[in-house]
């Protein structure tokens, strides 16, 4: 193989593909990188098996092939190299030779042989949505998914498309957030899947705010095609929670109140919380909120909030973490909180769009 390639593109490159690459590999193979020509580009592939990326670059080819470098030391060298055209030339014995202007640098890789597959979803439907919107819906309900391990079906994101509607699910078993968004071309087929969280945040990474995306789920993998860097990953397999039967109906009496300021009475709440005293207290009276935090041995606060009312008086805990989490992702000036009685679930609906907060003992 030998490419002629500028260094920012290829760095482009590199860094796009490079974030999944551990530097506790089981296999060696797997803290390389595998270039690879194919027509008028080079492709860079990594993976830790779980998820892997591709990623094709225009280059000048002078001679086709494949070669496997380590991904970290490569990175290094790039960036440091000087500005300018950079050519690839691999030798025998898999050396690899890096040259730019002045400068010349030898590094040893393994075979491509030895680098697992990428994965290939041949005569499968692709589901197309903006990326905005898919950027948009990750940002809305990824923070409520569990990070227990014992509860792996909940280590993910539920993603199911219906006709031309993409519901996205996520949930800890104590808080739920679930978001619908419009696909640009109707499915044939109904669509569902568990995607891994770790392969959220890296499709995320990726995602801009103009353009579309494209994902092929397959039996146990799923890939995405994002402005021609394709992330596949496999899916966590197992039965998802029915989510419908939690979502209370939408009551008529709800809480309006201004959303910074419920943000930040319950952050300054929140500084007393311990482990063992999480609850934070919510007294809602006609035409106000009072937020109350006590916590034996440290101190307690409380703060009024004027707000909107005209159902009954309310008291009831809830874990303030999971309360910032859905507040200070939300734009709008005030939001509505369904409070149905003491002790009871907390419901924030905007269009298409519920999030859930169970109470806690107080």
């Known amino acids: 193989m030998k490419v002629k390639i500028t260094k920012e593109a290829l760095l482009y ?13 089981t296999l060696p193979i797997l803290s390389n990188m595998l270039l690879e020509t194919k027509k008028d580009t080079l492709c860079l592939y990594t993976t830790d ?9 225009p280059v000048s080819i002078m001679e086709d092939g494949a070669i496997t470098i380590p991904a970290k030391r490569f ?7 000087p500005s300018g055209d950079v050519v690839i030339n691999t030798r025998k ?13 030898k590094l040893l890789g393994l075979p491509k042989e030895e680098f697992p597959k990428f994965p290939e979803f041949k005569d499968k439907e692709a589901i197309k949505i903006k990326q905005s919107d898919l950027k948009e819906m990750f940002r809305m309900t990824a923070f409520a998914v569990s ?3 014992s509860r792996y079906v909940l280590n993910g994101i539920l993603m199911e498309a219906t006709k031309n509607i993409l519901r996205l699910v ?15 071309e109707p499915v044939i087929q109904d669509v569902s899947f568990i995607l891994p969280i770790k392969a959220v945040a890296e499709i995320n ?7 579309d995306v494209l994902f092929v789920p397959g039996t146990s993998q799923v890939m995405f095609d994002i402005n021609g860097v394709l992330i596949a990953t496999r899916i966590i397999e197992g039965d998802f929670p029915n989510y419908s039967q939690v979502i209370p109906k939408e009551t008529a009496v709800k809480v309006r109140i201004n959303t910074q300021d419920f943000l930040a009475a319950i952050r300054r709440a929140n500084l007393l919380s311990i482990p063992d005293y999480q609850a934070v207290k919510f007294e ?28 009954n008086e309310v008291m009831v805990g809830y874990n303030p973490q999971y309360m910032q989490d859905i507040l200070k992702n939300i734009t709008d000036t005030e939001v509505e909180l369904e409070l149905s009685g003491q002790d009871t679930k907390c419901v924030i609906r905007k269009e298409n769009y519920v999030y859930m907060a169970m109470p806690m003992r107080l």
Do not use: W
Not at 284 to 304: H, W
């Open 205 to 211: 990474r990726n995602l801009k705010d103009i353009g």
């Open 75 to 81: 990175s290094d060298i790039i960036r440091e190299f």
């Open 284 to 311: 809602v009276f006609k035409d106000k909120l009072i937020v109350t935090k006590t916590t034996p041995d440290i101190g307690e606060s409380r703060e009024e909030l004027p707000i909107v009312y005209g159902g």
């Open 170 to 184: 996520a949930t800890d078993g104590r808080r739920l957030a679930k978001m619908e968004c419009a696909l640009l």
């Open 13 to 25: 490159g590199i860094q796009t593909v490079q974030n999944v690459v551990s530097s506790k590999a």
């Open 49 to 57: 098996l779980d998820i892997g990326i591709c990623c094709e670059i």
């Open 93 to 105: 014995n898999n050396q690899i030779d890096i040259e730019g202007q002045h400068c010349n640098i």
């Open 147 to 149: 990070h227990e391990e």
